[in-house]
């Protein structure tokens, strides 16, 4: 995972929590990856890379998967 490289320890810890969230939405939601892309407009790749901690996604793109999954941001 290249993401990981750039990331230090508390920017990790924040994607992880971020991505097992956007998981945990995704799956109550009954949503596959596909869905929430299409849904969000957020490339199944960015939203794999997020759900898996490996990307420190912008908070544009969190607002798309936010918005696409009827939550809001803290």
Do not use: C, F, K
């Amino acid at each position: 995972m290249q993401y990981h490289a750039l990331m230090d320890d508390e920017t990790t810890a924040l994607a992880t929590a971020i991505g097992d969230r956007v998981g945990q939405l995704r799956r109550s939601r009954r949503w596959t990856l596909d869905q929430l892309a299409a849904v969000s407009g957020v490339s199944r790749r960015m939203l794999v890379n997020v759900e898996q901690g490996a990307a420190n996604p912008s908070v544009g793109i969190l607002l798309r998967i936010s918005g696409a999954l009827g939550v809001g941001l803290p």
